[in-house]
């Protein structure tokens, strides 16, 4: 059974610092993995998608990679500002158990001005 | 367009009311899902269609019926629902498997 952990659960960062969110997980054998951001009581917003044959996706100030063989993910935010504060949630497409998406717990992220 | 709308945005039911939430996406998309989220948990897969044919039920209790009338749209349908069944219910859209999955706004429940 895929399980799938993020570190750190909460994060609180002063304004401008780059900071970077990790993402582990148990069984290699995945479709993909996507980070996706969500405000208190709203829905998820994607932010990245990484297939499992690439190594790392980058959209304005975010990069993620992506280490199949380790298991591990990294969401890299530069600049941070207030309005990235949100939990980040981790979702990992398993290619052995139909296709089923597993969540981490999510970082929830604080940027002070 | 990359948008999944889901109505309503909020509902309070009671124990013995009928209610729906519906989900709807133009898309394109062929495999749509049902989540539950409690309160600072993740979402937890309820059911996935696959062009329009349930394929996936994640041992959901029957007082909470799924339904996919076409392939732009998903309901769910609630019945008999109890206080613990009160959370944010989140529809998803994606090509099959492998690619990336959009969420809607999410259907805040409240069971009274």
């Not at chain 1, 993020?6 to 479709?31: H, K």
């Not at chain 1, 052995?96 to 940027?111: E, H």
């Not at chain 2, 009671?14 to 309160?39: D, F, I, V």
Request: hydrophobic share 30%.
């Amino acid at each position: 059974k895929q399980e799938v952990t993020q570190i750190p659960a909460a994060l609180s960062v002063p304004e401008g610092e780059n900071l970077v969110l990790n993402c582990s997980f148990t069984d290699s054998a995945i479709y993909n993995l996507q980070w996706f951001r969500q405000d208190p009581g709203k829905g998820l917003t994607s932010l990245l998608l990484i297939q499992s044959s690439q190594r790392e996706q980058t959209s304005g100030r975010l990069n993620a990679s992506l280490d199949k063989s380790s298991g591990r993910s990294t969401l890299y935010i530069a600049a941070s500002q207030p309005g990235d504060s949100a939990t980040y949630l981790c979702a990992v497409r398993g290619s052995t158990n139909a296709g089923k998406s597993t969540f981490g717990d999510g970082t929830t992220l604080t940027v002070k001005p | 367009d990359t948008e999944v709308t889901q109505t309503p945005k909020h509902l309070v039911m009671g124990m013995t009311n009928k209610k729906s939430l519906k989900c709807e996406q133009h898309m394109g998309h062929r495999a749509m899902y049902w989540y539950k989220q409690k309160a600072k948990k993740p979402p937890e897969l309820m059911f996935v269609y696959s062009y329009e044919k349930l394929s996936i039920n994640e041992s959901v209790p029957s007082r909470f019926s799924p339904e996919c009338p076409n392939s732009s749209l998903l309901n769910l349908h609630l019945h008999a629902l109890q206080p613990e069944d009160s959370a944010l219910y989140l529809c998803a859209s994606s090509h099959p498997r492998d690619t990336e999955a959009f969420f809607g706004q999410g259907t805040r429940l409240t069971v009274v």
